[in-house]
């Protein structure tokens, strides 16, 4: 999702979660608001009828799903235990500069500004919740910041940085290399490289989410305009989807002639769909997880670019660059049931919902402003300086057992 050819990068720290028993066995995808518990749920027998099939079989080490819902341990109020104690802060890295800014959510004022390598794209939450890690493209490192103190702590070498993201067993870092059209399969106590995955197809890896059962995720090629379905244990490439481009489309953006240009990517909450942002032809594109094929688009205002679910998990909230506004997407129906405007207009680009629910907030990419905009009437009630042109915005602490990766990416 840059304007500039970035690198991702993934790395997580050591995985201290003592979550419940994993399911084995083969795959079954085709080759081509409480309080939340300390105590583990037990995870049903991998066959038992209550488990949708998308959620069978997971990988050695996932944490189970609850509920048939990817998102039901993100409720309102669901955090653990060890991230309940953190400031709730908002870290926004300047794409064009070398810092985070640290913002405190209830009083919207900066109360620092974290030193980090230059260019620095997305803050990412470790997989044990007790890291966060910005990525510095042009200084090739992660820059780790305790979110108990707000406060830098240390660096680690990684070329070109873009992005960063954790399997769901928390052994393996995932880091899109994207300058570089790599996505490294790094371990995720040392962050010592494992493999170098590159395919012909995919130029600038960019995003991706994982399926339900986490054998698999699918990435973004942002420079080429395809998808590639990775395996998560076997680090290689499952099957690629080139997305066509839609120039005579109603919504094609003109600057790009209807190519596409994919960004972020979501599992719908019942792990039947990929929602993946195509910025250049101005959609929604909907892919089947099973079948690994694109099954619809919903067309969208202007360079959707951020999908994030909201906390109850029946919207879907997409930032529209473009447009300046935000999209909400009911995924029970994929119809667009609200749209949130920014006064004036604006660039909403990437960002995260706050633990309670009550807000969305997004970097004003080319502003050099951070949005707030009240869930419950579709209202900005905040625009925060922050200077340069801040990237992939970290909302924290989040709802949830683990994390993902991305700016947030919980389960």
């Known amino acids: 999702m840059s304007w500039h050819r970035r690198v991702r990068v993934a790395g997580s720290l050591a995985a201290t979660l003592a979550l419940a028993a994993c399911g084995g066995g083969s795959s079954s995808t085709p ?7 300390a105590t583990p749920t037990a995870a049903p027998a991998p066959h038992h009828p209550s488990v949708a099939r998308q959620f069978r079989h997971r990988i050695p080490g996932m944490p189970p799903v609850i509920g048939n819902d990817v998102y039901s341990q993100d ?16 870290y926004v890295p300047d794409s064009q500069g070398s ?6 959510q209830r009083t919207r004022k900066v109360v620092r500004v974290i030193p980090a390598g230059y260019l ?9 919740l007790s890291t966060l890690y910005t990525n510095s493209s042009v200084a090739n490192e992660l820059v780790s910041i305790n979110p108990r103190k707000a406060v830098r702590e240390g660096t680690i070498p990684m070329p070109r940085p873009y992005n960063l993201y954790f399997t769901p067993d928390g052994k393996t870092a995932v880091v899109m290399i994207e300058q570089y059209d790599t996505i490294r399969f790094a371990d995720a106590h040392t962050f010592r490289t494992v493999k170098d995955l590159r395919y012909p197809g995919c130029r600038g890896p960019n995003h991706a989410d994982f399926s339900g059962n986490g054998r698999f995720f699918v990435v973004t090629c942002e420079f080429s305009g395809e998808l590639l379905k990775v395996s998560t244990l076997g680090h290689r490439v499952l099957g690629s989807l080139h997305l066509d481009p839609r120039p005579t489309a109603p ?20 792990g039947t769909t990929f929602y993946v942002a195509d910025m250049g032809t101005n959609e929604l594109r909907l892919i089947d997880a099973r079948t690994f094929r694109q099954v619809g688009v919903i067309g969208m205002p202007r360079m959707p670019h951020g999908i994030y679910p909201s906390r109850d998990g029946k919207r879907l909230y997409v930032s529209d660059r473009g447009a300046g506004e935000v999209s909400v997407i009911d995924p029970a129906t994929n119809r667009i049931v609200d749209t949130w405007s920014i006064p004036g207009g604006g660039s909403p680009d990437m960002g995260g919902v706050s633990a309670n629910g009550r807000m969305l907030w997004l970097s004003g990419r080319n502003d050099g402003v951070v ?5 419950r009437s579709g209202r900005l009630v905040a625009k925060i300086p922050v200077g340069g042109s801040p990237h992939g915005l970290a ?5 949830g057992r683990y994390s993902l990766g991305h700016t947030g990416n919980m389960r």
């Not at 060890?82 to 908002?90: F, S, T």
């Not at 810092?99 to 405190?104: A, F, G, H, K, Q």
Request: charged fraction near 15%; avoid cysteine; aromatic fraction near 8%.
């Open 31 to 37: 080759a081509a608001g409480g309080t939340h518990s």
């Open 75 to 90: 409720r309102a109020g669901m955090l653990a235990p060890q991230v309940r104690h953190d400031p709730a802060y908002l």
């Open 99 to 104: 810092t985070v800014t640290v913002i405190d």
């Open 120 to 128: 620095s794209q997305h803050v990412v939450p470790a997989y044990d």
């Open 251 to 270: 919504h094609a953006d003109p600057m790009t002639m209807g190519r596409s240009v994919p960004q972020d990517v979501r599992i719908s909450p019942d």
């Open 371 to 375: 949005y707030g905009f009240d869930t």
């Open 395 to 399: 909302v924290w602490p989040q709802p």
